[in-house]
Each structure stands twice: as C-alpha cells, then as structure tokens.
Nanobody, 118 residues
Framework: QVQLVESGGGLVQPGGSLNLSCVAS????????MAWYRQAPGKGREWVAT???????TYRDSVEGRFTVSRDNAKLTMHLEMNNLNSEDSAVYFC????????????WGQGTQVTISS
C-alpha cells in the first residue's frame, strides 16, 4: 500500500521552530532519496530539501542554515527541523521521493500546514 503521511505543522510566530515528520511506505522510502516540498497559496509546489539514502543533504538557498532534514530508515520516517521561521516559509509541506526519481504521476499525501504569523 502506498503511503505518505506528513505531520507536525502548525501556527508559529516569526523566529519560531517546528519539526515536521513524514512516514512513508517501504516501496517509496527504502533505498531512495527523499525530499520535502512546499506549496504556498497561489504558487506552485517547490522543492525544499533532499536527503539521499546515504544521508547526504541539500537545501534550497532560502532555507539553508535554518532547516535540517534527517531520516530513520528503520522507521521509514523523515523529519524536517525548521528554525528561525519567517512568513515566506508559510505553506503546505509535503514529502516524497527526491526530484531526480520522482515520477510525474507520483502519489502525494495530504501535506501538513505551516503558518508563520504574529
């Protein structure tokens, strides 16, 4: 069964922190690079961060130094620690395979809403 379940979003003030989690099915997760994506209202989905199956990480410039992605292969889980959040980080956050292996017809979960507001 294909599964992607994101959680951990919420409403925080600017400068605050959140820790997102993603639980994936084995067919999606095991042996593959995974990534976080986000979509703000009225905008397209954008890539945020990638972690390879060997734990190599890459980030979009705007989150570099503030976000940290990690994975637990035994639990088929990925996390995104987000610090020093600002209004431009407000979006629905999704997880899936990394862009290099993501099919155009890929299944997507519901995502988790992150809202930064004072």
């Amino acid at each position: 069964q294909v599964q992607l379940v994101e959680s951990g979003g919420g409403l925080v003030q600017p400068g605050g922190s959140l820790n997102l989690s993603c639980v994936a099915s084995r067919s999606i997760f095991s042996g593959h690079g995974m990534a976080w994506y986000r979509q703000a209202p009225g905008k397209g989905r954008e890539w945020v961060a990638t972690i390879t199956n060997l734990d190599h990480t890459t980030y979009r410039d705007s989150v570099e130094g503030r976000f940290t992605v990690s994975r637990d292969n035994a639990k088929l889980t990925m996390h995104l620690e987000m610090n020093n959040l600002n209004s431009e980080d407000s979006a629905v956050y999704f997880c899936n395979r990394s862009p290099s292996t993501l099919s155009a017809l890929a299944y997507w979960g519901q995502g988790t809403q992150v809202t930064i507001s004072s």
